[in-house]
Structures are given as C-alpha cells and as structure tokens.
C-alpha cells in the first residue's frame, strides 16, 4: 500500500509536533529540576498543577511518536492513535486554561490545527488506506 501526499504530510507534522513537544518538555523538565537555568531563572517555584502539566505534555509528546512511527508504517492503530494524540492535544490545551495560562491567539491556533489535523486523519484517501490494512490482515492467509 503506497503513502499518499496527505499521509505523508500528515506524519511529517504530527513527527515534528511530538519532537517539538519532547525537546520542549525535557527543557522545562530540566528548568523545574534547577538543573539548568536561562538567564539565571529557572522554574522550580512554579505551581504543582503546572508541573503536572509539563509531564502530561512531555507524556503526549512521547505517544506522539509513537503513533507517528505507526502512522508512517500504515499500521491501523498508528491511524487510531493519530487521533487520540491529536485528542489529547486538544485536552492538554484546555488543561493549560484550567491552570491558568491565558488565552491567547497561540491557544486558538494550536486548537484549531489539531482539529484540521482530525479532519485529514478521517480524509477518504487516508482513511481507506488504513480500513485496507485491517481489511489485509483480517483475510485468511493463502
């Protein structure tokens, strides 16, 4: 089964959005710890729920990736997980509000591309490839 445009842009932005997170959250880790500070400042007085939130974020981040792998190799659960990361993203968004970031153009944007995001996962041209795979692997071997 070949990869169309729409996948392969699909996994090369969901790769770059999880690396993204993941460099990030691993920054803010380290900035929390004390073990490294910017400008002589870190992070270590910041809130516990903000905290949380940096890990749930480094969390989504690394199930990011994962799913992107599986995204790429066309594995069924690659594309179901594709949503749930874009879900959670979302939900992470709305975390973020609750525990008082402001809300912001940066906020609407992340939203609104992950929703387009769910909206090309469920494209025909990329939901069919994966219903063939599963289609593949339910039919009995020859």
Do not use: H
Request: hydrophobic share 55%.
């Amino acid at each position: 089964m070949s990869r169309s445009l729409t996948i392969i842009l699909i996994t090369l932005i969901q790769g770059f959005i999880s690396l993204l997170g993941l460099v990030s959250g691993v920054l803010l880790v380290l900035l929390i710890t004390g073990a490294v500070q910017v400008f002589s400042q870190d992070l270590q007085n910041l809130s516990l729920s903000l905290k949380g939130l940096v890990a749930v974020g480094l969390a989504i981040s690394l199930f990011g990736l994962a799913v992107t792998y599986g995204f790429w190799q066309l594995k069924p659960w690659g594309w179901t997980g594709s949503i749930i990361f874009q879900i959670m993203c979302v939900a992470n968004n709305g975390l973020g509000l609750l525990a008082g970031q402001e809300i912001s153009p940066r906020v609407y944007f992340s939203i609104a591309f992950c929703l387009t995001l769910i909206a090309a996962l469920f494209l025909p041209s990329v939901r069919d490839v994966f219903e063939a795979a599963v289609a593949e692997s339910d039919s009995p071997a020859a």
